[in-house]
Antibody, heavy 119, light 106 residues
Framework: EVQLQESGPGLVKPSQSLSLTCSVT????????WGWIRKFPGNKMEWMGY???????SYNPSLKSRISITRDTSKNQFFLQLNSVTTEDTATYYC?????????????WGQGASVTVSS | DIQMTQSPPSLSASLGDKVTITCQAS??????IAWYQQKPGKAPRLLIR???TLESGTPSRFSGGGSGRDYSFSISNVESEDIASYYC????????FGGGTKLELK
């Protein structure tokens, strides 16, 4: 059974970078897509981006200039970096597996990491 | 961008009731809608994909339907374990979520 677990700082200062790690067990990240979704206070959810089995990436156009998703296949982990954060980036961040359901859909998620942007 | 309008934002039900949540897409999404359940502090759980295909382990009291722009999700015979928030997701063109519906006990 695949399991995903987010980790990283819970507090980030404005203008700095937010960095999170997703550790995956029970499934190789060299298959399928792996991505990040966030849930804002008030419950709006937003897809942020993904990294594919081959290492290619795709990002939400609203974030394209600030976001980077990378991976370490030797550790079966993938990473989120979001630059120049503001208080608007305060959210719970989830990592998820995207499986091919013609097209891809998220079928397994981590429990989420709460991140507050504040000075 | 495809927008998903989900309603109602909250729902109050008694045990044994049938409840229905709707999602309207801003354009035809060709049945590529999924439904998730989320309990506080927990990971979202995929219940249904492609409008009406139940995931393994999803109880049969959950169902989905619709086509074109308009979709619905129902729970017949609500049980206490169903108290949660529910979200729709279109996945035909990138991914967009509905605003969520919080199901509470009356």
């Amino acid at each position: 059974e695949v399991q995903l677990q987010e980790s990283g700082p819970g507090l980030v200062k404005p203008s700095q970078s937010l960095s999170l790690t997703c550790s995956v067990t029970g499934y190789s990240i060299t298959s399928n897509y792996w991505g990040w979704i966030r849930k804002f206070p008030g419950n709006k959810m937003e897809w942020m981006g993904y990294i594919s089995y081959s290492g290619s990436t795709s990002y939400n156009p609203s974030l394209k200039s600030r976001i980077s998703i990378t991976r370490d296949t030797s550790k079966n982990q993938f990473f989120l970096q979001l630059n120049s954060v503001t208080t608007e980036d305060t959210a719970t961040y989830y990592c998820a597996r995207f499986v091919y359901g013609s097209p891809y859909v998220m079928d397994a998620w981590g429990q989420g990491a709460s991140v507050t942007v504040s000075s | 961008d495809i927008q998903m309008t989900q309603s109602p934002p909250s729902l109050s039900a008694s045990l044994g009731d049938k409840v229905t949540i709707t999602c309207q897409a801003s354009q035809n999404i060709n049945k590529y809608i999924a439904w998730y359940q989320q309990k506080p502090g927990k990971a979202p759980r995929l219940l249904i994909r492609y409008t009406s295909t139940l995931e393994s382990g999803t109880p049969s009291r959950f169902s989905g339907g619709g086509s074109g722009r308009d979709y619905s999700f129902s729970i017949s015979n609500v049980e206490s374990e169903d108290i949660a928030s529910y979200y729709c997701l279109q996945y035909v063109n990138l991914w967009t979520f509905g605003g969520g519906t919080k199901l509470e006990l009356k």
